[in-house]
């Protein structure tokens, strides 16, 4: 009992690393592209990403990361997603 126990939070933990891994992989590549821009697509980008990061902080990495997305599109750039 203990065992199967142990197996199911240890699956719950690796699968949560993984999706909560990739908001601030977006989140540096929006840095990267926005951090020394400022107009006014990458203004609308980087308040978007600043929801992407509350909603990862907030535990919501899939509604983070189509955040992100909406960030990157506001500023007319595409994301690297991990495969
Ligand atoms: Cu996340």
Same mark, same amino acid.
């Given at each position: 009992?203990?065992?199967?126990?142990?197996? $199911?939070?240890?699956?719950?933990? $690796?699968?949560? $690393?993984? #999706?909560?891994?990739?908001?601030?992989?977006?989140? @540096?590549?929006?840095?990267?592209?926005?951090?020394?821009?400022?107009?006014? #697509?990458?203004?609308? @980008?980087? #308040?978007?990403?600043?929801?992407?990061?509350?909603?990862?902080?907030?535990?919501?990495?899939?509604? #983070? $990361?189509?955040?992100?997305?909406?960030?990157?599109?506001?500023?007319?750039?595409?994301?690297?997603?991990?495969?």
């Amino acid at each position: 009992m203990k065992r199967i126990l142990l197996g $199911v939070i240890l699956a719950g933990a $690796v699968t949560g $690393v993984a #999706s909560a891994g990739e908001c601030p992989m977006l989140q @540096a590549q929006i840095d990267k592209e926005f951090g020394k821009r400022f107009d006014k #697509s990458a203004a609308a @980008a980087k #308040s978007l990403a600043a929801e992407g990061m509350a909603l990862h902080k907030a535990g919501k990495h899939a509604e #983070s $990361v189509a955040k992100y997305d909406e960030a990157a599109k506001a500023g007319g750039i595409m994301l690297q997603h991990k495969k």
